[in-house]
Nanobody, 113 residues
Framework: QVQLVESGGGLVQAGGSLRLSCAASGSIFSINAMGWYRQAPGKQRELVATITSTSITNYADSVKGRFTISRAKNTVYLQMNSLKPEDTAVYYC?????????WGQGTQVTVSS
């Protein structure tokens, strides 16, 4: 089992920045990719960014150039700059271990216009 705990969400004005963190605990050996998804009200959950154990990254087109994912061992970060109201969502941390996906509880990010 892998437990994921997110932190760093909150309320910010458009154009501002936030940094999300997600710490993995439990059976953390053999974790491969970690990443972030988000779900806005009335919308499907969507990929934001992922990073593998060898630091290969992947971003949604909507966040490229504004968000940066990074990783230190089994903690993953999401630096979000130039935030827009459409970035408002619950952000979920994910981890893939031996082909099984784990999810955090989510952290709310609200961007006011």
């Amino acid at each position: 089992q892998v437990q994921l705990v997110e932190s760093g969400g909150g309320l910010v004005q458009a154009g501002g920045s936030l940094r999300l963190s997600c710490a993995a605990s439990g059976s953390i050996f053999s974790i491969n990719a970690m990443g972030w998804y988000r779900q806005a009200p009335g919308k499907q959950r969507e990929l934001v960014a992922t990073i593998t154990s060898t630091s290969i990254t992947n971003y949604a087109d909507s966040v490229k150039g504004r968000f940066t994912i990074s990783r230190a061992k089994n903690t993953v970060y999401l630096q979000m700059n130039s935030l827009k109201p459409e970035d408002t969502a619950v952000y979920y941390c994910t981890a893939d271990r031996l082909g099984y996906g784990y999810w955090g509880q989510g952290t709310q990010v609200t961007v006011s216009s």
